[in-house]
C-alpha cells in the first residue's frame, strides 16, 4: 500500500504565501510524475503543476510566476510554495504521485486526502 500526505493548507490573506507539502509512503520502488490538482467550489478539478523524476515542470497559466513546485525524491516529497496568492486560489487541492510500487510492481495514480487552502479578500 502507498500513502500520500498532504499538509501546509490554511487561511491566508490575498497576497500572502503557503507552502504545500506531500509525503508518500509505503512499499514504492519509483515514483515518477509528482504534483497538485486542486478543486474549487463549483468547478471541475484542475491540474495546478506537476514535476516529474528529473525536475520538468509544468503549471496552469493562471499560477506561472506565482507558484513553484519541487520535490525531494530521497524524502519522497513533492512540494507546491505558493505566493501572491488570489482569492480565486481558494481550493482544496490534492497531491498525486505516478508510483510503482507494492510486491506485483503495480504502477498507477496515488492521491492526497487533500489540503483547503482558503484566500481571503
Known amino acids: 500500500q502507498v500513502q500520500l500526505v498532504e499538509s501546509g493548507g490554511g487561511l491566508v490573506q490575498a497576497g500572502g504565501s503557503l507552502r504545500l507539502s506531500c509525503a508518500a509512503s509505503?512499499?514504492?520502488?519509483?515514483?515518477?510524475?509528482m504534483g497538485w490538482y486542486r478543486r474549487a467550489p463549483g468547478k471541475q478539478r484542475e491540474l495546478v503543476a506537476r514535476?516529474?523524476?528529473?525536475?520538468?515542470?509544468n503549471y496552469v497559466d493562471s499560477v506561472k510566476g506565482r507558484f513553484s513546485i519541487s520535490r525531494d525524491n530521497a524524502k519522497r516529497t513533492v512540494y507546491l510554495q505558493m505566493n501572491n496568492l488570489k482569492v480565486e486560489d481558494t481550493a482544496v487541492y490534492y497531491c498525486?504521485?505516478?508510483?510503482?510500487?507494492?510486491?506485483?510492481?503495480?504502477?498507477?495514480?496515488?492521491w492526497g486526502r487533500g489540503t483547503q487552502v482558503t484566500v481571503s479578500p
Open positions: 498525486f504521485g505516478d508510483i510503482n510500487w507494492g510486491s506485483l510492481m503495480r504502477r498507477d495514480i496515488q
Open positions: 509505503g512499499s514504492i520502488f519509483n515514483i515518477y510524475d
Open positions: 514535476v516529474s523524476n528529473d525536475n520538468i515542470t
